[in-house]
């Protein structure tokens, strides 16, 4: 079958950093689906492994988590699934990734695709709902329905979990949504997918926060650039508030200033579940169910913003490139082997 992949890793302007490889034709374990991928999409989790993890054995390293496609073959402990099933989901970091024609991946971590959606639209959903959803609702453990008069602020709303994040929150939340965004299309782009307020995050956040008449805010997710922004996320949280991050802090964080306002710090990493194979795993799969009809429901959208077809290493490498350069808004996916 088809793949991309690589033999060592690196940076992307090597000549072999990724290619078009002919892979054998895994076969389904006992959990497993094998899907045959319609489409995938690109994340930042795909650019830092690219750079950083080098095959092991005799097979290529292949990259990829976020995939949708078509149920081909099951596992004899499969339930709940049948053949030619329309599936989405975002994977396992330890197994081989969905940049290939046919794909495994466990059926408890797996959803059932939005049925109103393109498959480049559902692609764009399954790594970025998951983290957003775990983030906000079992990590900073806001309150579905609830939390009337408290304040949520997204830090790089405008990216792929953060586009999400913004929407379950003013969808299936009573919070007060204030996102961070530095460019003008970037900020108009958070605000149509729901936040209230909308700041700069290359400026302090305490001088705007009280220009919209916050002088503190009760729950902060940090999604990138941590470290960088990290003084005023500690200025900026409540007493007993919680924050919660998902990108890798170059820096250490000085977490003591927290101790005298009683505020938690959660991490977020979305591939625990499945990595651990932790007694809840398959709450995955209900949360890419209850998103499916949410987004079938008309209250969540994908966030899409570029498809690039067919799929090759080329194409892959134009949209690594992009995200490398920070500068992406939303998602980016790949369809059409």
């Known amino acids: ?150 304040v949520l602020l997204v830090v790089g709303a405008a990216g792929g979990v953060g586009s999400i994040l913004v929407q379950l929150a003013r969808q299936l939340t009573a919070l007060t949504i204030v996102g961070t965004a530095s460019r003008p299309e970037s900020q108009a782009w958070v605000r149509e997918l729901g936040a209230h307020y909308v700041i700069d995050h290359r400026q302090a956040f305490a001088g705007q926060l009280s220009a919209i008449g916050f002088s503190e805010v009760d729950f902060i997710a940090s999604l990138t650039s941590t470290d960088q922004h990290w003084k005023s996320i500690v200025q900026a949280i409540r007493p007993q508030g919680r924050i919660s991050l998902i990108d890798d802090p170059v820096q250490p964080l000085d977490i003591m200033p927290l101790k005298r306002k009683c505020a938690s710090l959660h991490w977020e990493f979305m591939f625990a579940r499945s990595l651990h194979q932790t007694p809840d795993i398959a709450r995955q799969g209900e949360i890419l169910n209850r998103v499916a009809a949410l987004v079938d429901g008309g209250r969540v959208r994908s966030t899409l913003t570029r498809s690039l077809r067919p799929i090759s290493a080329a194409r892959l490498r134009e949209a690594h490139r992009v995200l490398e350069s920070s500068q992406a808004i939303g998602k980016i996916v790949l369809e059409g082997f």
């Open 1 to 150: 079958m088809k793949a991309i992949g690589y033999w060592k890793a690196g940076v992307l302007d090597r000549a072999d950093a990724l290619l078009d490889l002919e892979v054998p034709l895994p076969e389904p374990g006992a959990l497993d689906l094998r899907v045959k991928v319609a489409a995938f999409a690109v994340n930042p989790v795909d650019i830092k492994i690219r750079q950083s993890r080098n095959p092991t054995g005799s097979a290529p390293e292949i990259l990829g988590w976020d995939a949708v496609g078509l149920v081909d073959a099951m596992g004899g402990s499969v339930e709940g699934f049948e053949l030619g099933d329309r599936v989405y989901y975002a994977g396992a970091i330890d197994r081989p990734g969905s940049n290939a024609e046919y794909h495994l991946v466990d059926a408890r971590i797996v959803g059932h695709a939005p049925r109103s959606v393109s498959d480049a639209q559902a692609a764009a959903l399954p790594l970025t709902a998951i983290t957003a959803w775990e983030l906000l609702f079992d990590r900073l453990q806001v309150t579905q329905g609830g939390e009337h008069g408290k």
